[in-house]
Nanobody
Framework: QVQLVESGGGLVQAGDSLRLSCAAS????????MAWFRQAPGKQREFVAA????????YDADSMKSRFTISRDNAKNAVYLGMNSLKPEDTAVYYC???????????????????WGQGTQVTVSS
């Protein structure tokens, strides 16, 4: 089993930056892709970004790629999400996820990830 714990969320103003962290524990050697999802109030959960074990990355959209940066430290069993120029529409609960199966294509669906953290709230005020 793998446990994921997020941290770093909070209340910020539009234009501010935040860095979310996710610490993995347990059978971390079994992990392949790790990702961030988010869910805003009243909306469906959406994919934000993913990173492979080797450091390859993908983002949901160009708009996120220009403001968000996903990174990973395998030695620390951690994944991060740097967020710049935050907007009120970025307000959501952000979830860290991990997959224990290798895939030759990027995994963008929540069902593709076996492990989830409890989430960390990010609130951006205008």
């Amino acid at each position: 089993q793998v446990q994921l714990v997020e941290s770093g969320g909070g209340l910020v103003q539009a234009g501010d930056s935040l860095r979310l962290s996710c610490a993995a524990s347990g059978r971390t050697s079994s992990l392949y892709d790790m990702a961030w999802f988010r869910q805003a109030p009243g909306k469906q959960r959406e994919f934000v970004a993913a990173i492979s074990r080797s450091g390859g990355t993908t983002y949901d959209a160009d708009s996120m790629k220009s403001r968000f940066t996903i990174s990973r430290d395998n030695a620390k069993n951690a994944v991060y999400l740097g967020m710049n120029s935050l907007k009120p529409e970025d307000t959501a609960v952000y979830y860290c996820t991990a997959s224990s199966r290798y895939s030759g294509i990027w995994l963008r669906r929540g069902d593709d990830y076996a492990y989830w953290g409890q989430g960390t709230q990010v609130t951006v005020s205008s």
